[in-house]
Nanobody
Framework: QVQLVESGGGSVQAGGSLRLSCAAS????????MAWFRQAPGKEREWVAV???????YYADSVKGRFTISQDNAKNTLYLQMNLLKPEDTAMYYC?????????????????????WGQGTQVTVSS
């Protein structure tokens, strides 16, 4: 089992920054891909960014150049640095992990590929 706990959300004005954190615990040695997703009210969950140890991260086009995903293995923590925030970034942000026992692979941007999820942290960007 893997537990994920997000923090760092809040309310900011457009153009501002926030850093989200996702603390992992449990059988973290089984974790492969880790990602951030977001879901705005009335919309489907949307992939934001993904990272796999020792590989380059990938970003959704909507956040490329503004968001940075990173991980601190010593602290078992995943981060999402969000700069130049826009009102359309307003959403609940979720941390996700793909860890053993692995299920079917649908690609790194598909939420079905991830079997562990945090509770979410709210980000609100005002204009």
């Amino acid at each position: 089992q893997v537990q994920l706990v997000e923090s760092g959300g809040g309310s900011v004005q457009a153009g501002g920054s926030l850093r989200l954190s996702c603390a992992a615990s449990g059988f973290i040695g089984n974790i492969g891909w880790m990602a951030w997703f977001r879901q705005a009210p009335g919309k489907e969950r949307e992939w934001v960014a993904v990272i796999l140890m020792h590989t380059s991260p990938y970003y959704a086009d909507s956040v490329k150049g503004r968001f940075t995903i990173s991980q601190d293995n010593a602290k078992n923590t995943l981060y999402l640095q969000m700069n130049l925030l826009k009102p359309e970034d307003t959403a609940m942000y979720y941390c996700a992990a793909r860890a053993a026992p692995l299920g079917e692979w649908f690609g790194y941007s598909d939420s079905r590929s991830y079997n562990y999820w945090g509770q979410g942290t709210q980000v609100t960007v005002s204009s």
